[in-house]
């Protein structure tokens, strides 16, 4: 019989997040990779707490993965696991970060892209000489094998695709540059066009940070890779991420259009100069505050909504300016609203900052990292106290998502873009940010409010 991996990907039991609704799920992509990396002389089983409560499966190995607010949820089902003898790996974005710490409940941790020691890992497996920490290279993306989208539950509306890695910018906020590294690189669009060729959604997600890149070869490769879902005839639907300096390129948003995008998420993150300083956000510093409004015309010109990102809580927010903030959002003509509480993610400049002026709020690791889904306050703002912060970060989610609220935005996205079709993807995404929102109010952890 063939020896059977057990991958898994964990979910947050505090708060479901974009779990709650079938519209807002996304794939593990990652896994989708590694059981494409496994020889075929394995047999390979999917555990997904995205779709259904955790329930143990036999084999002879387990690989999971985790972000920081699943970190907890994965050393616990890790526990079951090697109490029954079976050992673990764990890879992902916080076991790269806090390999030491995951060691403490895992038997291997991946450090890093798994492309490049997988095939290692497996092999040491086998010959019974499983090693601690695996250190991984940046992958090479043109030899990227294609994830196996048949072992996702097909209960998922969306596809995940994925056409770069890595971002040369240096967010204060970001976790990605710890983990893909600074150089932006790209993959093959013949393999991404084959990809999406393959999958039998109709909606993609392309999970890259920026779908267009830096630099002129970014842009040509992302026009080439429109070009061809234009020409290959692959009539999909999609979103994305990218920056805001998208909107002074009307050629590539109209061809982004044309190929099926939607939707663009861009990091506004906040609506003064002084904010975007503190999250060293360079990029909208020089598009300039006062430039949002014609970016976000643009965008709409070429039919497409905008997913503005906010952020509250950086070190010079006060409450009046929070509120302003608010004010700011409702008035916008921003489709879509993701407003995040600030938080330190392991292995951000800002966590690094925040730990040297003690101002990190956890003292129950690793159960506190549930509180790390954006949502809730762990730690101390600069010029507030942190339940000040959750209360306004409440008031603003009553405001933002109200329901007559995504009516009236329902109606400017149809207006502004002239596209019933885009307006319904705004529509669809602002009930998801509203389930995420209204699960549970924002609190201020290890303080009265908790």
Known sequence: ????????????????????????????????????????????????ENIKPFRFRPGDLVAITAFTSTAARAYEIASIYRNRGIPVVMG?????????????????????????????????????KLQKIYYASPADLSSMPQPRHEIFHPSYLFASIQTSRGCPMDCDFCSVPAFNGHGYRLRPVEAIWDEIASVPHQLLYFVDDNIVGYNEKA???????????????????????????????????KLAAR?????????????????????????????GVDNYSRAFRAIHKAGIAVLGAFIYGMDSDTPES??????????????????????PLPGTRLYERMRLENRLLPTKLPLDYQHFHFTDVVFCPAKMDAQTLSEEMNRAYASICSMNQIRMKFLRTWWNTRSLRTAIWAWNSNLNYRAVALEKPSIAINTDLS
């Open 1 to 48: 019989m063939k020896p059977t991996l057990i991958l898994v990907n964990p979910s947050n039991p505090y708060r479901k997040g974009f779990t709650l609704r079938r519209e807002s799920r996304q794939v593990p992509l990652g896994l989708g990779l590694v059981a494409a990396l496994t020889p075929q002389t394995w047999k390979v089983v999917l555990i997904d």
């Open 92 to 128: 992902g974005i916080h076991a790269s970060i806090k390999p030491y710490e995951a060691l403490q409940y895992v038997d291997a941790v991946v450090v890093g892209e798994a492309e490049s020691i997988w095939k290692q890992v497996v092999e040491d497996f086998e010959a019974g």
């Open 219 to 253: 842009r040509a490769h992302a026009y080439e890779l429109f070009e061809g879902m234009i020409r290959r005839n692959l009539r999909k639907e999609w979103f994305a991420q990218a920056s805001l300096n998208i909107a002074r390129d009307a050629e590539l948003l």
């Open 259 to 287: 190929s099926g995008c939607k939707m663009l998420l861009i990091g506004v993150e906040a609506e003064t100069e002084d904010s975007l300083r503190d999250a060293n956000k360079r990029l909208n510093i020089k598009m």
């Open 322 to 343: 929070l509120r302003k903030r608010t004010q700011y959002i409702l008035r916008s003509s921003v489709d879509v609203v993701q407003a995040s509480a600030m938080t």
